[in-house]
C-alpha cells in the first residue's frame, strides 16, 4: 500500500513498469494505491477536488479492486460537479489479455496509417470484454438505480425510485428500447 498526495501521484505499474506514464500526474487527488505480492497495482482509494476562480467545482471519490493484472472490477464512486451528484456501487467485465498488453497496442493502432473507421473498429476489436455490467447508486438526475447490463455493456433491465418517489421496472432490448415495463403505461 503507498499513501500519496497530488505532489507525489504513483504510477501505474504493473509487472515493474510504469505503462501509463504521466497518468494521473496532473489530477489534484490524493489516497491509498494498493499493490499485489506481485508489485502490480491491484486498486486503491482516492480522494479529489478542484474550484475555479467562479467557485464551480468538482469533487470526487473511489474506492477500486482491481482483476489480476487488468484495471478495476469492482467500484464504488462518487463525483459531485456543482451539486449534480452521482454516486453508488459498479461492476464491469474485463478482458483477460493484460492491461499493459492492451495499452501497448492501443497506442500502436493510434499512430498507426488507418483510416479513423479503422481505427475504431480495431479499438473496439481490442477492447471487447471491457463492459459496464451493474451499477446501483444514485444518478444526477436524483433517481435511485439498479441497472443492469448486457456482455456489450447496453443496458438490458433497470429499476428505478425516480426524485418523485415513483417506482419502475424496465426491460430493454439491445439498442435501448423498453419492451416491458412495470408499471405498464397508462
Avoid at 467545482?57 to 493484472?69: C, G, H, R
Avoid at 451539486?83 to 464491469?92: A, L, V
Amino acid at each position: 500500500m503507498r499513501i500519496f498526495n497530488n505532489e507525489n501521484i504513483p504510477p501505474a505499474i504493473m509487472d515493474g513498469k510504469d505503462f501509463l506514464p504521466g497518468h494521473r500526474q496532473k489530477d489534484p487527488i490524493a489516497g491509498l494505491m494498493f499493490y499485489n505480492g506481485e508489485g502490480d497495482e491491484c486498486g486503491g482509494i482516492i480522494f479529489g477536488s478542484k474550484k475555479d476562480e467562479l467557485g464551480i467545482y468538482e469533487s470526487y471519490a473511489s474506492l477500486t479492486f482491481d482483476q489480476y493484472k487488468q484495471d478495476q472490477v469492482v467500484q464504488m464512486h462518487y463525483m459531485d460537479e456543482n451539486e449534480q451528484r452521482n454516486y453508488g456501487i459498479s461492476i464491469y467485465d474485463r478482458p483477460n489479455t493484460p492491461l499493459p498488453d492492451l495499452v501497448e497496442r492501443t497506442h500502436k493502432i493510434q499512430n498507426s496509417e488507418l483510416t479513423d473507421e479503422d481505427v475504431e473498429r480495431e479499438l473496439e476489436n481490442i477492447w471487447k470484454g471491457n463492459t459496464p455490467r451493474a451499477f446501483m447508486g444514485k444518478n444526477s438526475n436524483g433517481e435511485v438505480t439498479v441497472q443492469l447490463s448486457d456482455s456489450k455493456g447496453k443496458p438490458r433491465i433497470r429499476m428505478v425510485v425516480d426524485e418523485n418517489d415513483i417506482p419502475r421496472m424496465e426491460c430493454l432490448d439491445g439498442d435501448g428500447k423498453v419492451t416491458y415495463k412495470i408499471p405498464p403505461e397508462m
